[in-house]
């Protein structure tokens, strides 16, 4: 099984909302990452977990807030958000940071 | 810099015929390419990854091949259901850097 979870598939939020986006994988891997995309552009990597710790962190602006709870979630903590920031938000695990991704269904949010 | 090219970015097949598409990557040492398939508003799909030079992956009606400088998606007698984006990520062998650099993908609509 290589399935990924995310939850909600969609969100509407306005600017002052506080929301967060959910993510689940029961593979047991180690590596979890979100990611941001935009219509016809490619994923743009935003966060990456190893073993729970955060990893990698590309220069997100502060009002996304990446959370890992334990290794089978990560949780992505919405505040304060612009309107250029709607998009399609992946997540994705792997096995290890060496490993191919395996990326969720996503979850569409727009910023009102 | 590491870059990824993708090419065509739009590719239009009658049903049957078969066809390619060219991912080129300019970097310092690969450590592995990935491709992935995109549906219009879900996460990618992961499809193969690949090595080293000369390899091969076949999935279906899909071929995945890897050069020195390129990787080849070959699709064969495509089908309907084979329309989507697809997307071919490098990875690479520098110490501390394992983000996965995506190419811009190209579209692949297959006409019945």
């Known amino acids: 099984d290589t399935e990924v979870t995310q939850t909600p598939k969609h969100l509407v939020m306005g600017m002052t909302n506080k929301k967060s986006l959910k993510c689940e994988q029961h593979?047991?891997?180690?590596?979890m990452y979100w990611y941001k995309q935009k219509a016809k552009k490619p994923p743009e990597l935003m966060f990456v977990?190893?073993?729970?710790?955060?990893?990698i962190n590309e220069s997100v602006p502060s009002r996304f807030s990446p959370e890992c709870p334990n290794s089978s979630l990560l949780n992505l903590h919405l505040h304060a958000l612009q309107p250029e920031d709607s998009a399609l938000y992946l997540c994705?695990?792997?096995?290890?940071?060496?490993?191919?991704?395996?990326f969720g269904p996503g979850t569409r949010l727009t910023v009102t | 810099e590491d870059q990824v090219t993708q090419s065509p970015e739009a590719l239009r097949l009658q049903e049957g015929e078969s066809s390619s598409l060219n991912c080129s990557y300019t970097?310092?040492?690969?450590?592995?390419l990935f491709w992935y398939r995109q549906d219009p508003g879900k996460g990618p799909e992961f499809l193969f990854t690949l090595y080293s030079a000369g390899e091969e992956k076949e999935k279906e009606r899909l071929k995945a091949t890897l050069t020195k400088k390129e990787s080849f998606l070959h699709i064969t007698a495509p089908k309907p259901e084979d329309s989507a984006t697809y997307l071919c990520a490098v990875q690479v062998t520098e110490v501390g850097d394992y983000k996965l650099s995506f190419g811009a993908g190209t579209t692949v609509t297959v006409r019945a």
């Open positions: 994705a695990s792997s096995q290890g940071i060496w490993y191919e991704q395996y």
């Open positions: 977990y190893s073993y729970e710790k955060l990893s």
């Open positions: 593979m047991g891997h180690r590596a």
């Open positions: 970097v310092s040492g690969l450590r592995g």
